[in-house]
């Protein structure tokens, strides 16, 4: 369904779908109605939201700073205009001024082309908040596509990789659906490459009891990021360390701070911390994924619904803590090729995680070049909240999304000689440059942290 | 969900051309789906990393790690996107049957 009404959208998922995750959608004659009822119930919940409805000036800062108006050019994709679309149902209908003035004041009334448009444009945001730190005011726009995309979850709008991967998250445990003999057979290949390549003994042990370190790695390494496991298992190998792998919970990743924060959010909270409970560990370690560590580090606290006992780091806290004092022997020499860093928007903008990435990928490498700008004012890689639809119309719009990523990278002069690395430490970002650097010619190959971590350590 | 008449038989497939059950393929669906992916012939190349997939998806129920799949059947990543022009995961998983794989992928 790449088009309809003119509008470029994500394939829905079915009725069928959506009850797999515990929605029955609302039929079309009934969906305005219920979308007021919902929006009007957000309104007087999110006072973030209501800040963004009511005080936007239309200065148009936010136009410039956004990657996926720069890539498309689409009026609809200038931040403050994509808020407009709720902004504008939002005033016609909780607004004095809206209610008797109508179009005069930019009301409009809730229609079934409204809601597409909004399905269209919600899904065409990356939820990377650049917009948000270039707002005079301080709105986050991110915080608008929330509400946009939670109402039509409830209606029954939900793209159908979204929506498959809250069932696989419910049925196996992990995005992927990779069930727990899968992730076993999985973990021994990698100890057996591993031998083979470093020669070192690394095992991943999974659903240990009594371990200190819960690792919860991406499922998504389990398919396509081999080195983003290895990485992580020599890592901590070398550090001695007692940890395990939950197969209840092999997922960093929380789709449910991308179309749902309700229940499909909170079921996978639920898991950890079952899974915790259960194999009593001590600390909770969080593999690469960018919007999955949001979601753990800036969620849970208020999520969980019991005491959380277990502090909640992410892997690189850990890494850059060893490699800054000195209890990592690395081999710069072993990443011998002009590295530039990606920062993952969900690190840099959402959880301050920006250091540390800087301070592990110098020790790694020998050649680091920044790339401009960067930390929290970089550029999101254009696959932000997992839009990775393949379809031809929405593949298209990933590679615009990308083109201000594929200008930064350019501009480094990494990939001049064909062999440069693009470190991008987070699941999302991975799937999304893997095919992207190849369609925007960057010469260079894509890289988690960890994986380089891993090849540089020198074992005694 | 549309059925398409592979060999004289009813298939189901989703909407991104994927087979809905895993079970009901035959050789005839790889090749039906070959004309689609851009395979002008299907080699014996080809029926490996097939029927290797079909093995392991028989096993796991998921497709295999790309890594293992490149080293169990000796092909190189690059080779199997010669052999697959849409890739491991949309062209030679829909050939073999398997569902669409989901997640970050």
Redesign the interface.
């Known amino acids: 369904m790449p088009e309809v009404n003119g509008l470029k959208m994500p394939a829905k998922a079915s009725e069928k779908e959506m009850k797999n995750i515990h929605i029955d959608p609302v039929p079309d004659d009934q969906k305005v109605e219920v979308a007021l009822q919902h929006l009007d119930e957000m309104r007087k919940k999110f006072r973030s939201f209501v800040m963004a409805m009511e005080s936007c000036v239309k200065c148009g800062a936010c136009a410039e700073n956004c990657h996926t108006y720069l890539g498309t050019k689409d009026p609809n994709n200038i931040p403050t205009n994509r808020a407009e679309l709720i902004r504008k149902i939002y005033k016609r209908y909780f607004t004095l001024e809206g209610r008797w003035f109508g179009k005069l004041v930019g009301a409009e009334d809730l229609t079934l082309d409204v809601l597409e448009q909004w399905y269209s444009y919600f899904y065409q945001c990356n939820e990377c908040r650049r917009c948000a730190m270039s707002c005079p005011f301080g709105i986050d726009t991110c915080e608008v596509t929330f509400v946009g995309r939670q109402i039509l979850h409830w209606l029954g709008m939900v793209p159908k990789l979204h929506a498959n991967v809250g069932a696989a998250m419910e049925k196996a445990g992990n995005h992927t659906g990779l069930p727990k003999p899968s992730l076993i057979d999985t973990l021994e290949f990698l100890s057996e490459e591993i031998q083979e390549e470093f020669g070192v003994e690394v095992n991943f042990p999974v659903d240990k009891p009594d371990s200190d370190i819960l690792y919860i790695p991406s499922s998504a390494d389990f398919l396509l990021n081999p080195y983003t496991l290895m990485g992580a298992g020599m890592f901590f190998t070398y550090i001695g360390a007692n940890w395990t792998i939950p197969s209840t919970v092999a997922e960093a990743g929380n789709f449910g701070l991308l179309f749902d924060q309700r229940f499909t959010q909170r079921h996978n909270v639920t898991r950890l911390l079952d899974a915790s409970q259960k194999l009593g560990i001590k600390k909770i370690v969080w593999g690469e994924c960018g919007h999955g560590w949001r979601a753990a580090k800036m969620y849970i606290p208020t999520l969980a619904d019991r005491p959380v006992k277990w502090p909640i780091v992410h892997l690189h806290d850990e890494t850059s803590y060893y490699v800054n004092t000195n209890q990592l022997k690395l081999d710069p020499g072993k990443n011998n090729h002009p590295t530039t860093l990606h920062d993952p928007c969900n690190y840099g903008r959402a959880c301050g995680m920006t250091k540390q990435l800087r301070d592990v990928l110098s020790a790694c490498v020998t050649d680091f070049r920044e790339m401009t700008p960067n930390q929290e004012k970089n550029f999101c890689c254009g696959g932000g909240s997992a839009i990775l639809f393949d379809d031809p119309e929405m593949y298209d719009l990933r590679i615009k999304f990308s083109a201000k990523k594929a200008e930064q990278v350019r501009a480094t002069g990494v990939g001049a000689n064909g062999d440069g690395y693009l470190c991008a430490p987070c699941s999302i970002c991975k799937a999304q440059l893997y095919p992207m650097v190849e369609e925007h010619k960057l010469g260079v190959e894509v890289k988690g942290l960890i994986d380089l971590l891993g090849k540089a350590l020198v074992w005694k | 969900m549309p059925f398409v008449n592979i060999g004289g038989k009813e298939v189901e497939l989703d909407?991104?051309g994927f087979m809905v059950d895993p079970e009901a393929w035959t050789e005839d669906c790889a090749k039906y789906f070959s004309e689609g992916e851009g395979i002008p012939e299907m080699t014996e190349d080809h029926w490996k990393v097939i029927f290797y997939l079909r093995d392991y998806y028989k096993?796991?129920?998921?497709?295999?790690?790309?890594?293992?799949l490149c080293?169990e059947t000796g092909c190189s990543l690059k080779y199997i996107y010669e052999l697959f022009p849409t890739g491991p995961?949309?062209g030679s998983c829909k050939l073999a049957g398997l569902p669409k794989?989901?997640?970050?992928?």
Do not use: N, S
């Open positions: 909407e991104d096993q796991f129920q998921i497709a295999p790690m790309i890594r293992k080293k995961a949309k794989p989901t997640g970050c992928v």
